[in-house]
């Protein structure tokens, strides 16, 4: 179960804090909505839950707060605004990496493929789903590590009737086997339906925390209730006085001899059925109905089959009235199928009869059974719902399949995070975008520079002018480092816990390792293509090996190993792909000049003969000439950018772990 004490947001300047001192349950084995309208602090509420935002108060998820638990993910499964993910990953690459990031078996990608019907969409594009594919995708990732807790944020938020009704139906499952299940929304409509328990916020305090009937009973909209066996007529009468007097009046067939009025009161409606001669059975104020075409609540369900039973199959008639007094005529039933009036410019709605599901915990709107045709257009989420008397006493329909439990858990494992960022860096093209846009550029820039002159032919080879303060391959890997952790941050429920960006060593280690590999790669592949379009273009005179070529080579990937490692912690630290380039490109253009400034100012002393000393220091001779490397390495650092990165790294590197540090003592 799910329990928030005194749940409050950080006050802003002035302001009030968006969420004060909500404290509430959700128990297990219940669906429970958090209601309330935009601004109301739901959200906010459910960021302090997750402990995404800084606030005060606790929450415990089965009697532990979040950062208590080793696997979070394992725990809650989060939905927190659209699907987290790349627009160009595909969806089974997407769940594949998630497996990865959770530590589940990669079979499990596929079975919740076929839970949630997007097997036929695997090969598919994040960017290319729509709405509702969105939602059901969103749904698949909270599932996928088999959560005991789901979390989410206006899951029903955008989507037609039929894919609520389906979406409701994954959350009564999974609180039916024992799980729970705490939904934002709001429509009140949407909670009394799809919850057992709703929870109010308005303003960021809690109003009401009641049962789903209660709720019905007490916050939910006042009707008048009329049974006639005139209905048809009086409904006509009561819609056309309603446009004379200019008066907002709402009538609903609600089926056979049943009228709900919205928006006038029992004396008004008995003198106008006095003044006309119509027989009523019975007139009475009655509140908890969730709007015209609602249809009866569980407590009104049987008296509403025994009306079908009688031989009612749906609504003759109904009227809406406007505030400008425009009244249009009802929607009209005939022959099993229902025909929605479109509304009127003043803001006028038809709507037919609606029943609800015999079984309430089959909660949603019941999807269009009027014809072969009428479920098939996706954005009729507003439709009506005719059901005739064998569909209400048939029995109600079985929930959905949830995916099978994950009955053995994968150990932990240091190759995890590092599947997890292969997965995350080979599954779509920007990598390899732009390791092709910086071998172009370095192959235009190394033949410009060879028909210009006067470049050193180490510049020549890696394409870096005097000019430039990084070449075009240091820049790619900075950026690639710095995309590290993009789809952390435009996405936090990728992370691998908790839904916000992890900040573990083991993941640290994985991104720095991919990103070593990519730069040594991206670095080796500049200089041969460099050096194959200059033998092309002017021949072999400017393709021979340097002398030094050791310790040019050694400075060449230093160079670019050291800019992507720069991009991965500054991304880190400063949870911006921006600011990781940014970081990258400071280092030549900032850092630099200091280091060049204080290394060229006055010495007493030199750093002369150290190869030898280091020699007597050691007492031994290096094998293989050892120190040819040593001393080369030496020389990168003593250089000004060799300098001035390993400076800057060393910053990142403390920055990140003091960081690190500071999130684990919160």
Not at 451 to 474: F, S, Y
Not at 515 to 533: H, N, R, Y
Request: hydrophobic share 45%.
């Amino acid at each position: 179960m799910i329990q928030a004490f005194g749940l409050t947001s950080n006050s802003r300047k002035d302001l009030p804090p968006a969420v004060d001192d909500v404290s509430f349950e959700a128990p297990a084995g219940r669906v429970t909505a958090l209601l309330g309208a935009s601004g109301a602090g739901k959200t906010t509420t459910l960021r302090l839950m997750l402990e995404l935002q800084q606030g005060r108060g606790l929450t415990y998820f089965k009697g532990r707060p979040l950062h208590r638990i080793a696997h979070p993910s394992r725990e809650v499964g989060v939905l927190m605004g659209d699907v987290p993910g790349h627009p160009a990953r595909t969806v089974r690459g997407h769940l594949r990496m998630l497996c990865a990031a959770a530590g589940v078996p990669v079979r499990r990608a596929d079975e919740v493929l076929e839970v949630v019907g997007l097997v036929s969409l695997r090969d598919e594009r994040l960017g290319t789903l729509s709405r509702g594919m969105d939602r059901r995708l969103g749904l698949a990732c909270a599932l996928l590590p088999d959560p005991h807790t789901l979390v989410l944020d206006a899951p029903a938020d955008g989507l037609s009737a039929r894919e609520s009704h389906w979406l409701h139906g994954m959350l009564r499952a999974h609180a039916a086997q024992g799980g729970t299940v705490l939904f934002t929304t709001a429509e009140p409509k949407e909670a009394a339906r799809a919850a057992d328990h709703v929870i109010t916020l308005e303003q960021g305090r809690l109003v009401a925390d009641q049962a789903a009937a209660e709720f019905a009973r007490t916050r939910l909209r006042p009707r008048v209730a009329v049974r006639t066996p005139h209905a048809a007529r009086l409904a006509a009468l009561l819609a056309k006085e309603a446009r004379t007097a200019h008066r907002s009046v709402e009538v609903v067939r609600e089926g056979g001899n049943r009228l709900s009025v919205y928006g006038s009161t029992c004396a008004d409606v008995g003198e106008t059925a006095f003044r006309h001669g119509v027989l009523v059975h019975q007139l009475a104020d009655e509140v908890g109905d969730m709007g015209p075409g609602a249809g009866p609540f569980p407590g009104e369900f049987a008296e509403a089959a025994q009306g079908a039973r009688a031989g009612v199959t749906g609504p003759e008639s109904g009227e809406f009235v406007d505030n400008e007094g425009g009244g249009v005529a009802g929607t009209a039933v005939r022959g099993g199928q229902a025909h929605d009036n479109p509304s009127t410019p003043s803001g006028s709605h038809l709507h037919g009869e609606r029943t609800v599901p015999a079984d309430r915990r089959a909660t949603g709107d019941q999807a269009p059974r009027c014809g072969p045709d009428s479920g098939s257009d996706p954005a009729g989420g507003s439709g009506d719902t005719v059901l005739s008397p064998a569909t209400l006493s048939r029995a109600p329909a079985p929930l959905p399949p949830l995916p099978p439990p994950i009955s053995v858990r994968s150990a932990p494992s240091p190759l995890r995070p590092l599947r997890y960022e292969l997965r995350r860096a080979a599954g779509i093209a920007t990598g390899f975008l732009t390791a092709a846009a910086v071998l172009v550029a370095s192959a235009l820039t190394a033949v410009l520079l060879a028909r210009v002159g006067h470049t050193p032919q180490a510049r020549l080879l890696a394409a870096w002018p005097r000019e430039l303060p990084l070449p075009p391959a240091a820049l790619g890997a900075g950026l690639l480092g710095a995309l590290a952790f993009g789809d952390e941050f435009r996405h936090p429920a990728l992370a691998a816990d908790r839904g916000t960006v992890p900040r573990r060593l083991g993941l640290l280690t994985a991104k720095l390792a991919v990103a070593t590999v990519t730069a040594l790669t991206l670095a080796f592949l500049t200089v041969g293509c460099d050096a194959e379009v200059l033998y092309l273009v002017y021949g072999r005179e400017l393709t021979e090996v340097p002398a030094d070529w050791l310790a040019l080579s050694v400075s060449w990937f230093g160079l670019v190993v050291g800019c992507a490692w720069s991009g991965v912690l500054a991304a880190g630290v400063f949870r911006s792909t921006t600011a990781g380039l940014a970081a990258v490109v400071a280092v030549p253009v900032l850092v630099v000049p200091l280091v060049q400034s204080a290394l060229e100012g006055a010495s007493v002393r030199a750093a002369a003969g150290l190869p030898a000393r280091l020699r007597e220091v050691f007492l031994l001779q290096w094998p293989f000439g050892g120190e040819r490397y040593l001393v080369g390495a030496v020389r990168v650092i003593a250089q000004p950018v060799g300098g001035a990165l390993a400076l800057s790294l060393t910053a990142l590197l403390c920055a990140y772990l003091l960081t690190t540090l500071r999130s684990r003592v919160r």
